[in-house]
């Protein structure tokens, strides 16, 4: 596969603040790459770094193989979706969409008939003489993607642009943006805070923070095997205690954690024997059991608060052994309907390869 | 001092209580709904007493002036009129206000475009303070102080004659000709030409251009097909406004034209003090409130209702 973007030790400070930390990636051609991290991460000045209304401080960006940051954003083939669109107000749906042929000088005969086709792949083909204020937000979405789209550009970027949207259209939002970017096969990068549409849109997600990429995988691995504890906690409902290596072995260690001994995953990393680490554990791996005997490890708790979300129950649960952590599980039994009710006390299971510990920074 | 505090606290409330109760009694809920057109009434009696003037202005214009007694004749005819139109000096003080307008209010839009521009997008605090005083600062000063400001300047023996002189070279006639008066005009309209776009240029997002930018146009063809034309209620409305108060000036051509220049409303001013012949100052004052409305009528047709942005907000 050949590469589209290639970012190299990519660093902007503003005022002596770096908001962008030597950063490195590489999207192949026809890649989806969602970059997730909490606000002020530095994703939205990467993502315009390179879209080209920010020059970097330090490094090199470039796309399908030019250097581009000193070449000014209309020189550059990229298509970007702003977080409010920015739509052209006096402008027809069809006029927006035509934009960007206009100004990149495509033969006039053959604008017409793009603009009609970019329409009708985001299903506004009846919409074409409406103006922005007569679309919903749906379709004003739409045609900013058909807008950034239209002169088939080598890059697509979005920079939050379903953030505004109330949660059922974002869903929907999602997959149709999903849908057109394979239609299209165009290399996109998208920004969000929302790590569930990191997990469903992308190919790749990188998770940003303090201006630093974390970590950089596919959705699958960057659940599975979070490196660190950022990431770990930042995607998923994680519940986070802190422990010391008492002993390791392949790819297992154990570790004391008040006055439990657990048996956790190391991730293929070397922890001696006395390292402190913080452990980490999804609460779709935590079980409220009988017997304990299925599982590595098992603790005793008290439910502390129970939040019923239909499909399933969110259980906050106290335990006085490991610390006085709150580790929080779901628990749905679609047959019995079990429920437990606040301040019962449970037993909870789960197993080694659940249980992540990461190395505690140095500094604690 | 918690104690005060909180005593001080609850006394507040038992006053606003108490005010909104005595408001409620005076002013039941039901009468809520007309609260805005109460709010109106002041300025509707404005208007309303503006337009009884017009009445009584229209009335004089068809009044000739009995010379005998110095008072309008009871009848009616067109005298006032007719003599307008058969001395060639009102057709001339005529088209001199109105090319005076063209020309102020053209190059007027033209230079504050970029300052209103510059106020609102510059991201430097203190370019934009800068800016801002600059912008007020004329409002402090009456159009007669500033019109003698630039006598002072401009003047026979003004500053920059002075320093002619002193480097050995001939004097100029700087005032008391058109090109001073339009000069002294521009110089007066600009703050309000100014005032007048900066929130055209506001309610453009920022994005937007950006956006314009990213799809493959460079500044200028962002400038031609986006800023521009978003800006437009902004700056119709400037150039109505400047053409307006252009039009019906009196103390800039008045003291830098000094009487070789006057303006239309010099020639009223005139007939009605100097003449002492209201009718046909009536009649003057006729015909400029025609050709000022049926221009600006004419703008906003050809501009479309969407003229000084008063229409639906389109996001």
């Not at chain 1, 100004?103 to 792949?121: C, G, H, N, T």
């Not at chain 2, 038992?14 to 709010?39: N, Q």
Request: charged share 20%; net charge neutral.
């Amino acid at each position: 596969m050949s590469r589209m973007v290639e970012v190299k030790d990519v660093s902007k400070s503003f005022d002596g603040t770096l908001a962008v930390n030597a950063v490195n990636l590489v999207l192949n051609r026809g890649e989806f790459l969602t970059i997730v991290g909490p606000s002020g991460c530095g994703k939205t000045t990467l993502l315009r770094m390179i879209a080209g209304f920010e020059v970097p401080s330090a490094g090199e960006i470039r796309i399908n193989n030019d250097r581009v940051e000193s070449i000014p954003p209309y020189r550059r083939s990229i298509g970007m979706v702003f977080q409010k669109l920015a739509l052209f107000p006096h402008m027809t749906a069809a006029q927006n969409v035509a934009y960007p042929l206009k100004m990149r000088r495509f033969e006039p005969a053959q604008i017409p008939s793009l603009v009609d086709k970019y329409l009708q792949l985001v299903q506004l083909g009846d919409y074409a003489g409406r103006y922005p204020h007569e679309l919903s937000g749906g379709q004003q979405q739409r045609v900013a993607i058909a807008r950034a789209l239209s002169f088939s550009p080598d890059l697509l970027l979005l920079d939050e642009p379903l953030s505004a949207l109330d949660k059922k259209l974002r869903e929907e939002m999602q997959l149709e943006f999903r849908r057109i970017q394979q239609e299209l096969g165009v290399t996109t990068i998208n920004v969000t805070h929302d790590q569930r549409e990191a997990l469903v849109m992308s190919d790749r997600i990188a998770v940003m923070n303090e201006g630093v990429v974390q970590q950089d995988g596919t959705p699958v691995d960057m659940y599975r095997n979070p490196e660190n504890r950022f990431v770990a906690n930042f995607i998923g409902m994680t519940s986070l205690f802190e422990g010391t290596v008492c002993a390791t072995g392949d790819g297992v260690v154990s570790v004391k954690s008040g006055n439990v001994l657990l048996q956790a995953r190391s991730n293929d990393k070397v922890l001696p024997v006395n390292t402190r680490v913080d452990c980490a554990i999804r609460a779709e791996q935590i079980r409220i059991v009988e017997d304990a005997s299925v599982y590595d490890n098992s603790v005793f708790g008290t439910i502390e608060h129970r939040i019923f979300e239909g499909d399933r129950i969110v259980y906050t649960v106290h335990v006085e052994d490991l610390g006085g952590a709150r580790l929080h599980l779901f628990d749905h039994d679609p047959v019995s309907h079990k429920e437990y009710p606040a301040n019962e006390r449970v037993r909870l299971g789960w197993n080694a390869r659940d249980l992540f510990a990461f190395q505690a920074p140095q500094s604690n | 001092m918690q104690r005060n505090q909180i005593i001080r606290t609850r006394l507040g409330w038992t006053l606003l209580d108490g005010v909104e109760r005595l408001v409620s009694a005076l002013w039941p809920a039901r009468f809520k709904g007309s609260v805005g057109r109460v709010l109106l009434l002041p300025a509707v009696l404005l208007i309303g007493i503006l337009v009884i003037g017009l009445g009584y202005m229209i009335e004089y214009s068809f009044h000739e002036l009995d010379l005998s007694t110095y008072r309008l004749k009871d009848e009616y005819s067109l005298v006032n009129y007719a003599v307008i139109a058969d001395r060639p000096v009102y057709m001339r003080v005529l088209n001199r206000t109105l090319l005076a307008a063209l020309i102020v209010s053209v190059t007027t839009v033209f230079l504050a475009f970029p300052y209103a521009y510059m106020l609102v997008r510059t991201r430097s605090a203190l370019t934009r303070k800068f800016l801002l005083i600059a912008l007020f600062l004329p409002f402090f000063i009456g159009q007669v102080v500033r019109a003698y400001g630039w006598l002072i300047i401009l003047g026979k023996q003004g500053l920059i004659n002075s320093l002619l002189e002193g480097l050995g070279l001939p004097t100029l006639n700087l005032i008391y000709n058109y090109p001073s008066v339009i000069f002294g005009l521009i110089q007066y309209m600009l703050p309000f030409a100014i005032l007048l776009i900066v929130p055209a240029v506001a309610a453009i997002s920022e994005d937007v251009e950006l956006a314009s930018e990213g799809l493959g146009a460079n500044w200028i063809s962002t400038f031609r097909y986006i800023v521009l034309p978003l800006a437009r209620p902004g700056l119709i409305g400037a150039f109505v406004v400047v053409f307006t108060l252009t039009l019906t000036d009196f103390a800039m051509p008045e003291i830098l034209g000094g009487g070789t220049t006057d303006f239309i409303a010099s020639a009223i001013y005139d007939s009605f003090f100097q003449l002492s012949n209201a009718g046909l100052g009536a009649a003057l004052s006729m015909i400029l409130v025609m050709i000022g409305s049926v221009i600006v009528a004419a703008i906003f047709y050809l501009a479309g209702t969407g003229t000084l942005g008063v229409r639906e907000q389109s996001r």
